[in-house]
């Protein structure tokens, strides 16, 4: 049984317009139920290679949905970071951080410090630690696809 599902799903892989690289992490289950075939990606924390599988094998298929899985609550700060779509919300500077922390007070000293943490990784990574799910929900929500995220906390 193991031995056809992955027959299977490395058949399904192959006809796949993405690159070979790519099909190596997707794995493929056909639902005839439903006419469907679920692709499952795996993918990899601060790894730009990721970033490009999950920006490919969505183009690619252009679902109906897409599910990201995560291990741990920091997805919503780094996507607050990126989905600004801007480095100018990000102050760089001692004065525009102290204008932002203590006279416009939109930004405090957590959210800097993390905001910054996330920049460090993404230039020594080429991307963030959620990266691969960040480029996930954007390519998701430009081929028209609905993003759900499953998070999940270790005990």
């Known amino acids: ?83 600004d779509g801007s480095n100018d919300s990000i102050p760089t500077s001692v004065f525009r951080v102290l204008t932002r922390c203590f006279v416009d007070k939109t930004f405090d000293k957590e959210k800097y410090e993390s905001v910054a943490g996330n920049l460090v990784l993404k230039e020594i990574f080429g991307t963030s630690f959620n990266g691969h799910v960040l480029a996930a929900k954007k390519v998701a929500e430009e081929v028209g696809s609905s993003f759900w995220f499953l998070t999940l906390h270790s005990l």
């Open 1 to 83: 049984m193991i031995d056809t599902d992955l027959r299977d799903s490395k058949e399904i892989a192959n006809t796949l317009s993405v690159p070979e690289s790519t099909k190596t992490f997707v794995f493929a289950i056909r639902v005839p139920e439903h006419d469907s075939t679920i692709h499952i990606l795996s993918s990899q924390s601060l790894s730009i290679r990721s970033v490009i599988d999950a920006e490919c094998l969505i183009r690619e298929l252009r679902p109906d949905a897409v599910v990201a899985q995560l291990n741990g609550p920091a997805f919503g700060e780094e996507s607050q970071e990126i989905d």
